[in-house]
């Protein structure tokens, strides 16, 4: 492994960088745009620096910023944040914070049933203890791949499969610390041996989930392409769902606006469902898609979203105006596995199980 831990030398330099700037007292005093997404120096931001800048000393790509408990999202021009963390943002991000903190003091006292029980994500919990003590935890998060990784060294016997991941965790590092060969290794070396001479992970359930929403995507793409994707004209769900958001905004969070309208029409000819203006200029657009509608119309929703966004902003450029509107699409029933990824994909927000009282 001499030449991995050579190639790999710079990438410990930015990690020793990167504790040695977010110390303990650092991150309790830090401010929320040093830590979100989408905001901040990229230098000098938390999120970004975990996931991106030291993306090769453990992967955790693949999700929903959300994931790190709180976020800024630029579509939407707003924080976004895990409700189990708070009722507000600033709430939200004093909490995840401490939690932050909680976690470094779990993880230096190798206290593994507080690391547990700390409310972040255990993919965030699983990079930082491996980012701050790359002697202790291993930087392997997915649950499939300790799994493979303990039974192709026959360590995985009952107990230990239904255990946390945690646990997993410590096991393969005691394996690799009880070898003679490997346990001069440092933990991130032993992570390149195992992903580099085990690769093939068993293409397991998440794969064949992945090949479904694949399968359903597919199936709605060529419902829209055929104009097959919806009962056409106006149904009675969809016209009662649309005119209870109009006279009760405030189930979808808006509060104070200062003119509404139903079948806006915009400057493309286009008509939105329902529509907002703030005191501030913000415009609404409101996609309605009641409980009966289908994945593929849904779908066709989520693309309608991206338009009235786009279409928006173009208006207000003609007005020499530069306002952050907002899109929401507003369901009666929930999203199918698929349009759950291409809503994260958008970055749009969708209200989902939404009932006309």
Not at 64 to 92: D, L, P
Not at 129 to 154: A, G, V
Not at 218 to 243: A, M, N, P, Y
Request: hydrophobic residues 35%.
């Amino acid at each position: 492994m001499e030449y991995e831990e050579k190639a790999f030398s710079s990438l410990e330099e930015r990690r020793k960088a990167f504790v040695g700037y977010f110390t303990p007292n650092k991150i309790a005093n830090m401010n929320i745009d040093e830590y979100v997404e989408g905001k901040g120096q990229k230098d000098k931001n938390f999120c970004y620096g975990i996931e991106i800048a030291l993306k090769m000393l453990g992967n955790i790509q693949g999700s929903s910023a959300v994931k790190f408990g709180i976020y800024f999202s630029k579509a939407r021009s707003q924080y976004v944040f895990a409700s189990r963390f708070g009722s507000n943002y600033m709430e939200a991000f004093e909490n995840v914070r401490n939690s932050i903190l909680e976690l470094l003091n779990a993880g230096e006292e190798e206290n593994l049933k507080a690391i547990i029980e700390n409310p972040l994500a255990p993919t965030i919990k699983g990079k930082i203890l491996s980012i701050y003590y790359p002697d202790i935890y291993l930087n392997i998060f997915s649950d499939e791949h300790l799994n493979f990784y303990l039974k192709t060294f026959d360590l995985l016997n009952e107990k230990l499969a239904k255990a946390n991941a945690v646990y997993k965790r410590k096991a393969l590092v005691k394996f690799k610390n009880d070898d003679p060969d490997m346990k001069s290794w440092s933990l991130n070396m032993f992570a390149v041996f195992l992903w580099k001479y085990f690769p093939k992970a068993p293409p397991s359930k998440s794969s064949e989930w992945i090949k479904k929403i694949k399968e359903q995507f597919k199936k709605d793409v060529e419902s829209i392409r055929k104009g097959s994707f919806g009962f056409g004209g106006e149904g009675e769900q969809h016209r009662k769902l649309k005119e209870y958001v109009f006279n009760h905004p405030n189930v979808i969070g808006i509060n104070n606006y200062k003119e509404k309208g139903m079948e806006h029409n915009l400057l493309s000819g286009d008509r939105l469902d329902v529509w907002f203006r703030l005191a501030d200029g913000t415009e609404i657009a409101i996609e309605i898609k009641s409980k009966i509608s289908s994945s593929s119309d849904i779908l066709r929703g989520l693309f309608q979203c991206v338009k009235y966004k786009a279409i928006l902003s173009a208006e207000n450029l003609t007005h020499g105006e530069n306002h952050n509107n907002i899109v929401y699409l507003v369901l009666g029933g929930s999203l199918s596995k698929s349009n759950q990824k291409i809503k994260e994909l958008f970055d749009i927000t969708v209200f989902e199980n939404i009932e006309a009282q």
